[in-house]
């Protein structure tokens, strides 16, 4: 049983360009949340995602970020015109969700760096 | 969501039991307990979880005090493997999102 997978897991991109993240669930896993972690800081929520729906996204930045899951293929993480500051690494995690009794499940991350 | 303090750092002889606290002390009643850990930078690996009872798996036990205000994850045996920084987190009751504090920084020591 795979877990989650996160690819890339390195990225690089020059200022102003745009990064596209992506996070394959488990199988079986309906429920997707994706995380920052800065240089040496800990790790922020960001956005919560059913499939076609997004329920939570009181951690994402106003401008420039965006999250989907569709109904089929990955849950896309997306960085408009990409800044110094957006260099992190990106988590997803996945859940059935099935309740609160239902750990997340998280993937080894997207190392972003703008340059 | 519950907010939770552990201790920022603690060291353990390789061996020996390293037992990690935890307060939660306006955890809700239906508020699980959940317990990560992150090695150098890789994903949060989940460890081990509870509402109420003491809990045990291959990793680890959990221990609840009966007023749920505080508990207590142990490394039966810790190796050098297990260092990593740990976090106790109280689950969102809405949408069960993790809210990730500082954790503690174990270092198991030869």
């Known amino acids: 049983n795979a877990g989650v997978m996160q690819n890339p897991r390195h990225l690089v991109r020059r200022r102003g360009q745009e990064a596209r993240l992506r996070c394959s669930p488990m199988?079986?896993?309906?429920?997707v949340y994706w995380y920052r972690q800065l240089p040496e800081e800990g790790l922020k929520f960001m956005v919560y995602?059913?499939?076609?729906?997004?329920?939570?996204e009181s951690g994402m930045p106003k401008e420039r970020f965006s999250a989907e899951f569709p109904k089929e293929g990955p849950s896309i993480l997306r960085i408009q015109q990409v800044v110094r500051g957006d260099s992190a690494a990106y988590f997803c995690?996945?859940?059935?969700?099935?309740?609160?009794?239902?750990?997340?499940?998280f993937g080894n991350g997207t190392r972003l760096t703008v340059t | 969501d519950a907010k939770t303090t552990q201790p920022p750092s603690m060291d353990c002889a390789e061996g020996r039991a390293a037992n990690l606290p935890c307060n939660h002390s306006t955890i809700s009643g239906n508020e699980y307990v959940y317990w990560y850990r992150q090695i150098h930078s890789q994903g949060p690996q989940y460890i081990i979880h509870?509402?109420?009872n003491n809990e045990t798996n291959e990793m680890a036990s959990l221990i609840i005090t009966e007023d749920r205000k505080s508990s207590t994850l142990i490394l039966p045996h810790a190796t050098l493997r297990d260092t990593a920084v740990y976090y106790c987190?109280?689950?969102?009751?809405?949408?069960?999102?993790?809210?990730f504090g500082q954790g503690t920084t174990l270092q198991v020591k030869p």
């Open positions: 987190i109280g689950i969102s009751s809405n949408t069960g999102k993790l809210i």
């Open positions: 509870g509402l109420k």
């Open positions: 995602l059913q499939k076609e729906n997004i329920i939570d």
């Open positions: 199988k079986g896993h309906s429920h």
């Open positions: 995690a996945s859940s059935p969700r099935d309740s609160l009794n239902s750990p997340l499940h």
